[in-house]
């Protein structure tokens, strides 16, 4: 695979396109074009538009359309241990939690460039688990914001936070736009974990600002009943809504909010929301992270995502990697700019390089 210029963008193509300007790189990253018109097609996936997703409180007239974007969301799985997809579902296994995020390498990585987890989970859950006091994290959906505070840096201009003191000792920044919705959560939490009691397989989990009822282990011919249940509970919560993850029904408050905010907020916390010589990059694989793809296109930061997916989607982000595996390696790539002297290196720094440039060509 190569790295192919094209005018004023740049895009990955196979080696069946000859170009005489290219920089060979490993086969692991491709290009995804959600608008043919702002981005050239590629052979290696076709272009898609991306579907706007449905928001709003569950009623009966949406049954049919939340079982359809269950299935949807729902692709066939190995079958495994079910203890095993319990406790990863859920976030209990530290050990397949910690592969997953690539401890060592994120932890490098934090070192010289800011670093954030974003996730549906809670933020405590995710700083139990990665336990990195370097990363930003945002929880719930990005409705709970935690990090290093910086030094002779004012958070007068960014009303919402406040300094805490986290479990290590030290001072933290903290955001949590929907802190009045915590309460009702609790409470919906609550009646959710009741009426599901008796359907096998439901997970209900509290991410503290966010309720994720995870039906990965249910039988498909009792979806319908989870469904009713999740509309049996929010009809008398008109103030919150239901989204869909990967086989996930997530509760959470109607607020103009999502990781796309979050990614926006961290920015301007850093100071580099305007900055020409920063490029921000985002990796996910939920359809949650749409919102944090979709500011990174189409906001005045720039930047791009990166969907890890092993199929074509409707998406909105530039470029696509199949696996954590290939995220690894890309991870591994900005480490040997920073640390090996080989030749490699220098492949390394002119693809980060090119990628500023696509950038800056965009913004003109």
């Given amino acids: 695979m190569d790295l192919k ?11 069946t396109h000859a170009c005489n300007s290219r ?5 692991i990253v491709s290009p995804i074009s959600p608008t043919a018109s702002a981005y050239p097609s590629s052979t290696l996936y076709p272009t898609f538009q991306r579907r706007k997703a449905s928001t709003g409180v569950l009623n009966e007239s949406h049954d049919g359309a939340c079982l359809d974007a269950m299935k949807s969301s729902s692709p066939p799985h190995i079958k495994l241990n079910k203890d095993f997809i319990s406790d990863l579902a859920i976030g209990k296994n530290d050990a397949a939690y910690d592969a997953w995020m690539m401890r060592t390498a994120v932890k490098n990585v934090a070192k010289y460039f800011s670093t954030a987890i974003i996730s549906g989970r809670s933020c ?5 688990f990665v336990k990195l006091g370097e990363l930003y994290y945002a929880g719930s959906h990005g ?15 960014l009303p919402g936070c406040t300094i805490s ?4 000792g030290n001072e933290v920044i903290l955001f ?27 997970i209900v989990e509290s991410n503290k600002f966010c309720v994720s009822v995870h039906y990965r282990l249910v039988d498909e011919k009792d979806w319908p009943k989870v469904v009713q249940c999740v509309h049996h509970v929010l009809k008398d919560y008109p103030h919150l809504q239901v989204t869909h993850g990967r086989r996930v029904l997530e509760v959470r408050p109607i607020i103009d909010w999502n990781k796309g905010k979050a990614v926006e907020f961290l920015l301007e916390y850093l100071g580099l929301r305007t900055s020409d010589d920063v490029l921000p990059i985002y990796v996910g694989d939920d359809r949650t992270d749409e919102d944090a793809f979709k500011i990174l296109r189409e906001g005045k930061c720039g930047g791009y995502g990166i969907l890890v997916t092993s199929v074509p989607k409707q998406t909105n982000a530039v470029f696509s990697l199949r696996d954590p595996t290939e995220v690894s390696s890309v991870v591994q790539l900005v480490l040997l700019y920073i640390f090996d002297e080989c030749a490699q290196r220098s492949q390394v720094k002119k693809f ?13």
């Fill in 143 to 157: 409705m709970d914001i935690m990090g290093p505070v910086i030094k002779n840096e004012s958070i007068s201009d």
């Fill in 352 to 364: 980060l390089k090119l990628l500023v440039k696509w950038k800056k060509l965009e913004a003109s």
């Fill in 124 to 128: 405590h859950k995710v700083y139990k």
């Fill in 165 to 168: 003191i986290e479990e290590q």
């Fill in 23 to 27: 920089l060979c790189l490993p086969p």
């Fill in 176 to 202: 949590q736009p929907a802190k009045e919705f915590l309460l009702m959560i609790n409470e919906v939490q609550s009646f959710l974990k009741n009426v599901t009691k008796d359907i096998e397989g439901v």
């Fill in 5 to 15: 210029a094209t005018h004023s963008s740049t895009i990955l193509t196979d080696h």
